[in-house]
């Protein structure tokens, strides 16, 4: 029993992680219909960012994480300035190529920057308290995780459902041409949307690298493509779906790792991937949308 | 426009051209040449990049599971040709299955079962992925590299693939030709398929794919085939690929090597078979040779050359990659393919640019 | 019965909760030309699509020589959503996709053009004739279907020659001027060999000349290949100078059908393009 309410507070905490990601993906998705490949390796760019802060430049950790966030948020924006805003009518194939040339670039970045080698992750004092609830125990950061999560994805809805932003974004995600037309201003929508997503994901990183204490050139890769299947099963532009999927992913994923089968645990991912796609394409909250002839 | 019979003595003067070039190095160089290198990875790669472009470029499916399939090749070449007589050295900490053990096949035998192999799993993943969308079968195609990655190297095909250890002491062709023979036949197939009636389909699939069933084409069944048959190439490549490191891991063929074989693919143009090989022999040479500079520290005199150190190369390549993307989207070659009507039309332009240029100037 | 070359037998067509074709009931007879006209938002593509496999009709029948080929009826979450006639008329599921209904005989060109942008305009014709292959992957990728890749060639250059296309024929289709892109996709839709052919709005977008050549073309495409067709057209002129009978559309519903002389002078037709009925009932 223990150890069953063990793994759902270790499920919630890393499946609140992935919301925080997914969200990045699904908002992006929702807009530009792109996969933006290159989100998982600005996630872990964001976990060097950290560490340049905090250890080498020993900034306090409540600068460093404004810091990195903005410095997250400018990353994520030129990538979108440079690489995906010259491709709006090219063809879709040739952004989808775009965005994995910018993942490509990143990963070779921050090897050439960092090398290969892991680096270790700075701590922040009060979140890696232990705490001890009945028989369990664990880290103050897995509580702080979900409920942080949930405030962020509540203003998060807040902001899309009430603010004029907000609703230049939906504008926008329902038809691009036509937002365009009503004299929304694209590019600034666009850049608000990768934004936020970077943001959320700069949060993500500091509460997934804690307890992880290191990073690797390749750290984003995998979590970030877990992401994408938590958004898809979500159903993709769907920000409480990204919730849901982010939480059914990180709940799945740790109660194998927990099992006989824990070497399968990301081979399982993909596997719901393919079944979801297959059996409900548009995800657990999505929108059908069909091809005109 | 250039007489037929021309253009065929020029192309049979370039296949001349380049087997006198692959003899030439394989008579004249050491084994350890770096010619040789590039040449036999350039031919390598150049199959994995055709074997991609079959699938992306012609067919218009956006697979990322290249990786995937090259690990199912390369394995299973590892596995049927590894010499008895060594198995247990290579085996030597989980022991090898009994069915295994007395298992050796010649080498053609072992690159067709792999890429046959391959193409069944292709078979079976195509039934369902290939119904989705272009980015979501990217996406799907990449999960499934991962998943073949992650249940090589699990526990329970210990006794098989050897697990995380993978597997050494795989053999290749005796001779330096070998590799050159395998990927010109298997290009060549795939140039006679793209040039077929079959071929014409997957490009109008490409092109439109409500128009091309309006006009009967089967997608499924097409799509279905131009998957099978580039992955079943794409593992004769990882088999290649195993034969020429001789050692394999799990970790070998990671989704950085699937997107290695975009750039190539991207940078020679999609849909372009001639592009594919060029832009391969080019950025493989680059990368083991021209540019290698780029990974070494550099001085002249006591001047430091600034940024170059260990993974300035990759950097290096992805920038291209994005450069081609962004500006030179049709890459090498675009759509077309390499014929001597453009070679001739070019110098003729040039030529008449020189001429006029200098007309001018004489008035 | 089998004079028939198709027949839409109550057909209906419901997206969620609306009815785009409701009940149309529709014959075109060997070597005639039909037209299907009524106002923007009549359903005339949707039925288009319908009889092409496109959509699965909700409810109804399609017959192609006298066989059905295509069958449906509200069965799922339509059980409930359902508003058409003819409840539990039908009781078995028939949705070939569009590639099958093409082999069996039906072409089709589409209102916005969809020719294949990145070949040549022989190519295009000569991908259609993919369908009617004979040789397998490996017969046609070793050559070993020599004579019948001769012989599509010689036939795509022929039909190209019949629809004035053969000095154009190494351009690229997109590059072709918008008349001889509609007649490059009939051509296309011509060497899937069809018995029926279905031009959704072949002279959109034509200016007046173009519109008269093409109503011309038409006419020869029949008399040559001895070919029947269904057509939908907004431009009267055309209609009224082709068709044998023409049916009428009016919010997915059939509201005339006859020779153009009747439907010149049927009151409810008039009023459905010019809005008078309504008016006057109100």
């Known amino acids: ?293 | ?363 | 019965m089998s004079e028939n070359v198709l027949k839409v037998e109550n057909a209906t067509m419901q997206f969620g909760g609306v009815v785009a074709v409701d009940n149309l009931n529709l014959e075109v007879n060997e070597g005639e030309i039909v037209s299907l006209i009524g106002p923007n938002g009549a359903g005339k593509t949707t039925a288009f699509n319908v009889i092409t496999g496109v959509y699965a009709p909700t409810n109804g029948r399609v017959y192609f020589n006298g066989a059905c080929i295509v069958e449906n009826f509200p069965h799922g979450k339509m059980k409930k959503l359902y508003q058409g006639e003819h409840l539990g008329e039908y009781t078995s599921v028939k949705e070939p996709t569009p590639d099958k209904i093409t082999q069996m005989g039906m072409a089709r060109t589409f209102q916005n053009i969809r020719l294949w942008k990145s070949q040549t305009v022989m190519d295009n014709v000569l991908m259609a004739k993919h369908m009617r292959r004979s040789s397998n992957l490996f017969s046609a990728t070793f050559r070993l279907n020599k004579r019948e890749e001769e012989k599509q060639r010689e036939e795509t250059l022929d039909l190209l020659r019949i629809v004035g296309l053969e000095d154009v024929k190494d351009d690229l289709s997109t590059s072709l001027p918008y008349g001889k892109q509609r007649r490059l996709e009939i051509a296309r839709a011509l060497a899937t060999e069809p018995k029926l052919l279905l031009l959704d709005e072949p002279a959109a977008g034509m200016n007046p000349q173009e519109t008269i050549e093409l109503t011309e073309f038409i006419g020869e495409i029949r008399s040559k290949f001895h070919m029947t067709v269904l057509l939908i057209e907004h431009h009267m002129d055309l209609v009224m100078d082709i068709s044998d009978r023409i049916y009428v559309l009016d919010f997915g519903k059939l509201i005339a059908s006859g020779v153009p002389a009747e439907i010149q002078n049927n009151e409810r037709v008039i009023g459905a393009y010019l809005g008078v009925a309504d008016d006057a009932e109100d």
């Open chain 2, 1 to 363: 426009m250039l007489q037929k019979k021309t253009k065929n003595i020029c192309t049979a003067a370039a296949l001349v051209l380049l087997a006198v070039v692959i003899v030439c190095v394989g008579q004249f160089t050491s084994s350890t040449s770096m010619l040789r290198t590039v040449l036999q990875l350039g031919a390598i790669y150049a199959l994995l990049a055709v074997s991609m472009n079959l699938c992306n470029g012609f067919t218009g499916l956006f697979s990322l599971g290249q990786a995937g399939f090259m690990t199912l090749g390369a394995y299973t070449y590892a596995i049927l040709t590894i010499p008895v007589e060594s198995r247990a050295g290579v085996y030597y900490l989980y022991g090898v299955a009994g069915w295994l053990e007395k298992l050796e096949l010649p080498i053609p035998v072992a690159l067709l079962v792999a890429g046959l192999v391959a193409a069944l799993f292709a078979f079976l993943i195509g039934l369902p992925v290939l119904r989705l969308k272009s980015d979501y079968l990217a996406i799907a195609t990449l999960g499934f590299a991962e998943v073949v990655r992650i249940v090589t190297a699990s526990s329970p095909l210990n006794r098989v693939t050897n697990g995380s250890l993978g597997l050494t002491m795989i053999p290749g062709f005796s001779s330096y030709y070998g590799i050159f023979a395998v990927v010109i036949l298997c290009i060549a197939i795939i140039v006679l398929l793209i040039n077929s009636t079959y071929g014409r389909a997957f490009k109008a699939i490409r092109d439109d794919e409500i128009a091309a069933e309006a006009m009967g084409i089967n997608l499924s069944q097409h799509k279905q085939m131009s998957f099978v048959i580039s992955s079943f190439f794409a593992a004769i490549g990882g088999a290649l690929m195993a034969m020429y490191m001789g050692a394999i891991s799990s970790t070998t063929f990671t989704i950085a090597v699937t997107y290695f074989i975009l750039l190539i693919v991207v940078i020679g143009g999609m849909g372009s078979v001639t592009g594919s090989v060029i832009s391969a022999l080019l950025v493989i040479a680059s990368r083991e040779w021209w540019l290698r500079f780029l990974d070494q520290p550099m001085f002249i005199g006591s001047f430091k050359v600034p940024l170059l150190k260990t993974g300035f190369r990759m950097v290096v390549f992805s920038v291209i990659l994005m450069v081609v993307v962004l500006l030179f989207r049709k890459g090498i070659m675009g759509e077309r393919e390499f014929n001597w009507d453009g070679i001739y039309s070019f110098f003729k332009r040039l030529f008449s640019k020189k001429k006029s240029g200098k007309g001018v100037q004489a008035k």
């Open chain 1, 1 to 293: 029993m223990d150890a069953f309410l063990q793994n759902c507070l270790t499920g919630i905490s890393i499946g609140s992680i992935y919301a925080l990601i997914a969200i990045g993906y699904t908002m992006v998705y929702g807009i530009l219909r792109l996969i933006n490949f290159a989100h998982g390796d600005i996630f872990m760019m964001a976990g060097y960012f950290m560490i340049i802060c905090m250890t080498d430049m020993m900034i306090p950790w409540y600068i460093s994480i404004v810091i990195v966030i903005v410095a997250t948020v400018l990353l994520g924006v030129c990538i979108e300035k440079v690489a995906y805003k010259p491709l709006r009518t090219a063809p879709r194939m040739s952004v989808m190529i775009s965005a994995i040339g910018v993942s490509y670039f990143l990963q070779n970045f921050a090897t050439y920057l960092f090398s290969a080698q892991p680096k270790s992750y700075p701590t922040i004092g009060f979140l890696s308290k232990s705490v001890q609830v009945g028989e369990i125990s664990t880290t103050l950061v897995t509580f702080v995780t979900p409920i942080l999560t949930i405030l962020l994805v509540i203003g998060l809805v807040m902001l899309v459902k009430k603010t004029k932003v907000g609703m230049a974004m939906r504008a926008v995600s329902r038809d691009f041409e036509t937002a365009q037309l009503m004299g929304i201003k694209i590019n600034s929508v666009i850049s608000f949307t990768f934004a936020i997503g970077c943001a959320l994901a700069a949060i993500g990183s500091v509460l997934y690298f804690i307890p992880r204490s290191s990073v690797y050139p390749l750290a984003g890769s995998l979590p970030g493509l877990k992401c994408f299947v938590a958004a898809v099963f979500g159903g993709i532009g769907s920000i409480p779906g990204a919730l849901v999927g982010g939480f059914l992913i990180g709940l799945s994923e740790t109660f194998i790792k927990a099992s006989a089968f824990s070497e399968f645990s990301d081979a399982f991912t993909f596997i719901i991937l393919i079944v979801v796609l297959l059996c409900l394409p548009t995800g657990l909250f999505g929108e059908k949308i069909k091809e005109k002839v």
